[in-house]
Nanobody, 114 residues
Framework: QVQLVESGGGLVQPGGSLRLSCAAS????????MAWYRQVPERERELVAV???????YYTNAVRGRFTISRDNAENILYLQMNNLKPEDTAVYYC????????WGQGIQVTVSS
């Protein structure tokens, strides 16, 4: 089974940027959706962005225009470029393959604070 490992999280000031990476342990079917979710304590995990193909991406309203999802199929890596970060973006971010019943990474903390 494919394993997903996130990296690139950490602490950043409001207005700053981070790029999250999600490395897959083996080749991912390029037709399969890949996504980023996030979760804060006592709230349900929410979809942040999903990519179905290079030209078919979806973003939740809260991040549209600030975040960009992309994938490198040759390297089996999913990215999330996060710009103009806000304190409300603070969460544990999860990489996902194949939707809610698919495969999940272990999650990585992103903290936006001055």
């Amino acid at each position: 089974q494919v394993q997903l490992v996130e990296s690139g999280g950490g602490l950043v000031q409001p207005g700053g940027s981070l790029r999250l990476s999600c490395a897959a342990s083996e080749t991912i079917d390029s037709t399969m959706s890949m996504a980023w979710y996030r979760q804060v304590p006592e709230r349900e995990r929410e979809l942040v962005a999903v990519t179905y193909s290079t030209t078919n991406n979806y973003y939740t309203n809260a991040v549209r225009g600030r975040f960009t999802i992309s994938r490198d199929n040759a390297e089996n890596i999913l990215y999330l470029q996060m710009n103009n970060l806000k304190p409300e973006d603070t969460a544990v971010y999860y990489c996902n393959q194949g939707g809610p019943k698919g495969i999940w990474g272990q999650g990585i903390q992103v903290t936006v604070s001055s």
